[in-house]
């Protein structure tokens, strides 16, 4: 199971430089791992820092003023909080591939599909070959790309949302990257289009043995496709569980979460949403951060501090503290 | 490229020509007006206060001015498509040779200026708007906002006292004719046109690269790893260029009407100062022409200026 390991994220904390003197912590304690071949979804609420820990692992905190203050992201041995400008250029794209969080903004508006793909395939941007022309070819086929010849003249504004993305996926699966990020790749997108990405996504996994981090704050979206679920609130990782076990979770967030499914309520009835709203970022209570949302919160919960992340059974993870007096220590 | 009319762009294109021709007709329609309304009458006044009513008859009958004013515009515009402006009241010259004559001075230093500012804009918009540090932009806009907000008779007098009067860098005023003469004289007002039109075009520069900054698609482009030159041109530049090129194509028409001002103060025989005189001395044919000359011009430009954005970055609307 240990050398399975493709990479591990350990109690990463991320700031973000406010003014000179400012900083803001927006992740706090993130620890993942994911193995290879692993399909993950990563999940929580607008600002509960998924974002930036999808940039954390392609190496783009920086140009958005944050910076990782302490932890490691261990990527096959490398460890990419301390990876230099020349490490990144063998790891981005060759490695770690990525899929923006915007269909329609992801491709870049002034640049022919073709020439964006020739990027992919071959970062020196040369003028493409033949050879890169038939590899553009066949990861347009790839991702089931119709006319794909047609496609590479075109430009991203003949395309629609769902091919734009389509494309997106081509290029992050250029060079046949072990990891690929996907920040919320269905985005304004509609509901048929967002199932056949997620379908393409799972294909390409079974098909190319790549693990893929899937972000999304669409439980019930991706609980269908991932193999393990870990779930983030204010900053930090909160569970970790099968999907398989979405409904035995240790966390009241994860329940909370799951419970407040449109699918699940009765036409007319009342839809089940949780209270209140997430710490803003800079004002995070001591002890835990779910606490004054939370159904089962006692004193205990306000003061331990900091939320620690604990392994619960084999493939099980929990921040909460209480979670076996209610959960009845699950097996 | 080859033009074909059945493609989408081709129509666009051809679409966009065709409205320039009729802007261009209107551009006349309200040339040709302004100066009938305006009031005065030609004939009397080239003849003086004691002229005899025969002889203006006479000379309104020669002038084409004793038909109405239908049939007049009839007449310009049918002599206007053989290419014939008209003649000068005053100096009896035709008035295409004037404009022959005066504009290329003018054109000189105008396209001097936009070249200029075209070189100094981009490098300023693009640091300052890729750097996004709010101390720079503050004090940038700052600076702009002053120049712009400063008439620029105001800047071309400060500019005359400061170089000309006080140290001999530019002579007060004549001109010479025949590069690299003529520069001597023009080096200033190119100087002052490109102060004016940076501050201008690296704003609107300025503000589409801090746009370009926050895409997403700039995230993909920097994760791809693609080569400094690259990213520069087709992740910073080419998405950011189109407002500023429409920008400046508009600004070339606008910078015919501020010559009138920048050619009177530095008396340069260029066409801005032959409208003035025109206008002082009810030569309407000069007038009449060169306005038309000014607005076909704006038009068209405008025309090219909008079709090189879209050609550069197809989100442009054409």
Same mark, same amino acid.
């Given at each position: 199971m240990k050398d399975n390991v493709l990479a591990t994220i350990q &109690?990463?904390? %991320?700031?973000?430089?406010?003014?000179?003197?400012?900083?803001?912590?927006?992740?706090?304690?993130?620890?993942?791992?994911?193995?290879?071949?692993?399909? #993950?979804?990563?999940?929580?609420?607008?600002?509960?820092?998924?974002?930036?820990?999808?940039r954390a692992l392609v190496g783009t905190l920086n140009r958005r003023g944050a910076y990782i203050e302490s932890g490691s992201i261990d990527f096959e041995g490398i460890d990419l909080v301390k990876a230099k400008k020349k490490d990144w250029r063998n790891i981005r794209g060759h490695k770690i591939g990525y899929i923006p969080q915007s269909a329609l903004a992801g491709p870049n508006p002034v640049m022919r599909i073709g020439a964006q793909l020739a990027e992919a395939i071959n970062q020196s941007g040369k003028k493409p070959s033949d050879e890169v022309r038939r590899r553009a070819l066949e990861l347009l086929e790839l991702v089931q790309i119709r006319r794909p010849e047609v496609v590479l003249k075109q430009y991203p504004y003949e395309l629609s949302g769902g091919m734009k993305q389509r494309?997106? %996926?081509?290029?992050?699966?250029?060079?046949n990257p072990k990891l690929i990020v996907a920040d919320e790749p269905t985005t304004g997108l509609d509901v048929t289009v967002q199932a056949e990405i997620m379908? #393409?996504?799972?294909?390409?996994?079974?098909?190319?043995?790549? $693990? %893929?981090? #899937?972000?999304? !704050?669409? #439980?019930?979206?991706?609980? $269908?496709?991932?193999? &393990?679920? @870990?779930?983030?609130?204010?900053?930090?990782?909160?569970?970790?569980?099968?999907?398989?076990?979405?409904?035995? /979770?240790?966390?009241?967030?994860? !329940?909370?979460?799951? &419970?407040?499914?449109? &699918?699940?309520v009765e036409p007319r009835g009342k839809l089940r949403t949780i209270k209140g709203q997430p710490p803003s970022v800079g004002k995070w209570p001591t002890g835990c951060r779910f606490?004054?949302?939370?159904?089962? @919160?006692?004193?205990?919960?306000?003061?331990?501090?900091?939320?620690?992340? /604990?392994?619960?059974?084999?493939?099980?993870?929990? /921040?909460?503290?209480? !979670?076996?007096? %209610?959960?009845?220590? /699950?097996? | 490229m080859k033009l074909k009319l059945n493609t989408p762009?081709?129509?666009?294109?051809?679409?966009?020509?065709?409205?320039a021709f009729s802007i261009s007709f209107w551009v006349m329609v309200i040339a040709f007006a302004l100066m009938r309304v305006t009031p005065g009458d030609p004939a009397s006044a080239r003849l003086g206060a004691g002229a005899e009513e025969e002889a203006i008859e006479a000379l309104r009958e020669q002038l084409g001015l004793n038909v109405n004013p239908f049939q007049q515009f009839i007449n310009y515009i049918r002599d206007l498509s053989q290419g014939d402006l008209g003649t000068s009241l005053v100096s009896g010259l035709p008035v295409g040779e004037i404009i022959s004559k005066t504009f290329p001075l003018t054109l000189t230093y105008i396209a001097f200026s936009f070249f200029f500012a075209f070189l100094i804009s981009i490098p300023i918009g693009v640091l300052i708007g890729w750097s996004n540090k709010a101390s720079w932009v503050?004090?940038?806009?700052?600076?702009?906002?002053?120049?712009?907000?400063?008439?620029?008779f105001f800047i071309a007098m400060v500019a005359i006292l400061f170089f000309s009067v006080q140290r001999d860098w530019a002579p007060v005023f004549g001109y010479e004719p025949g590069f690299p003469g003529n520069m001597?004289?023009?080096?200033?007002?190119?100087?002052?046109?490109?102060?004016?039109?940076?501050?201008?075009?690296?704003?609107?520069l300025l503000a589409s690269v801090i746009d370009t900054r926050s895409e997403e698609f700039v995230e993909t482009g920097i994760i791809r790893g693609v080569s400094r030159i690259r990213f520069f041109w087709f992740y910073i530049l080419k998405p950011s260029l189109a407002p500023t090129i429409v920008l400046m194509s508009y600004m070339a028409g606008t910078m015919l009407g501020a010559t009138v001002i920048l050619e009177t103060i530095f008396s340069l025989p260029g066409i801005g100062r032959e409208l003035v005189g025109a206008v002082l001395a009810s030569d309407y044919p000069v007038v009449q022409g060169i306005l038309i000359f000014f607005g076909v011009i704006t038009v068209f430009l405008s025309f090219f200026?909008?079709?090189f954005a879209y050609l550069l970055d197809r989100r442009v609307k054409l």
């Open positions: &109690d990463l904390r %991320i700031d973000v430089r406010v003014t000179r003197r400012i900083r803001l912590r927006i992740v706090d304690t993130a620890s993942l791992t994911i193995q290879k071949g692993q399909l #993950l979804g990563l999940i929580g609420e607008s600002g509960s820092g998924k974002t930036m820990l999808c494309v997106m %996926i081509a290029c992050a699966i250029a060079q379908e #393409l996504l799972r294909s390409i996994r079974k098909e190319f043995d790549t $693990s %893929i981090i #899937l972000v999304s !704050h669409d #439980l019930q979206l991706i609980n $269908s496709v991932c193999d &393990d679920i @870990v779930v983030m609130h204010a900053g930090a990782t909160i569970e970790k569980v099968p999907s398989s076990k979405v409904t035995a /979770a240790l966390h009241p967030y994860t !329940h909370a979460l799951y &419970d407040s499914r449109i &699918d699940l606490a004054d949302r939370c159904d089962f @919160v006692k004193d205990v919960c306000r003061t331990t501090d900091p939320t620690p992340f /604990a392994q619960v059974n084999e493939n099980q993870w929990s /921040a909460c503290i209480r !979670h076996k007096e %209610i959960y009845g220590g /699950a097996k | 762009l081709g129509r666009k294109i051809f679409g966009r020509t065709i409205r503050y004090s940038f806009r700052t600076f702009t906002s002053v120049v712009i907000a400063t008439p620029n001597k004289y023009l080096w200033l007002p190119i100087a002052i046109n490109t102060l004016i039109l940076v501050s201008i075009i690296s704003r609107v200026g909008d079709l």
